[in-house]
């Protein structure tokens, strides 16, 4: 069986063993969400889950940064574009905690990276990043009782599998998928 051939504008290949090595050292996005979701308690409600994602975002903007610092330049603008919707989100659901009347979570001053981060393993990374995001949001859909709070979740939600879809396509190629939206409003 012939492997699938790389997308020539790929300047890094992305192995299966490279993400096998990166898959090792979970980002912190997924070790923030993992711990929070279990130390949850169910009678806390929406904004408990809110806040979850509120860390989740936190972790992922740290971890952009630090990625984002050993792209190639044309990758490097993209994951800038992603960081400042991550700010975005961030920014959102800081809204969203304190309209639930919870206190919205804090940044820690630093995160674990997901071990060394090189021009090699940075594309790998991204690909976990959002991975990791995504499954937050995902996790969040199920937990949510708030229409508000659901619709900007399952917002959030498309808005990340999509960014997991261009990097997994290319993290060192600015891709943009041409999936329709999943929430359309009218008139």
Do not use: W
């Not at 309209?99 to 804090?106: E, F, H, I, M, N």
């Not at 060394?116 to 976990?128: D, I």
């Not at 969040?140 to 508000?148: E, V």
């Amino acid at each position: 069986m012939s492997r699938p051939r790389q997308p020539d504008s790929l300047s890094v290949p992305l192995s299966r063993r490279s993400l096998l090595a990166a898959a090792l050292v979970l980002p912190s996005v997924a070790v923030v969400a993992r711990t929070a979701y279990a130390a949850q308690d169910p009678a806390e409600g929406d904004a408990a889950v809110v806040n979850t994602l509120l860390a989740v975002e936190h972790a992922a903007i740290y971890d952009l940064a630090a990625v984002g610092a050993h792209l190639p330049t044309v990758a490097r603008d993209h994951t800038r574009a992603r960081y400042d919707e991550h700010r975005v989100h961030r920014d959102e659901l800081i809204d969203q905690v304190s309209r639930l009347g919870g206190t919205p979570a804090v940044s820690e001053p630093a995160y674990r990276l997901p071990g060394p981060v090189s021009a090699g393993s940075a594309p790998a990374t991204l690909v976990l990043v959002e991975q990791a995001v995504v499954a937050a949001y995902h996790d969040a859909l199920g937990r949510l009782r708030d229409p508000a709070a659901l619709t900007l979740c399952a917002a959030y939600f498309v808005h990340e599998a999509r960014h997991l879809a261009e990097s997994r396509l290319g993290a060192t190629k600015v891709v943009r998928v041409g999936l329709a939206d999943a929430f359309v409003t009218g008139a």
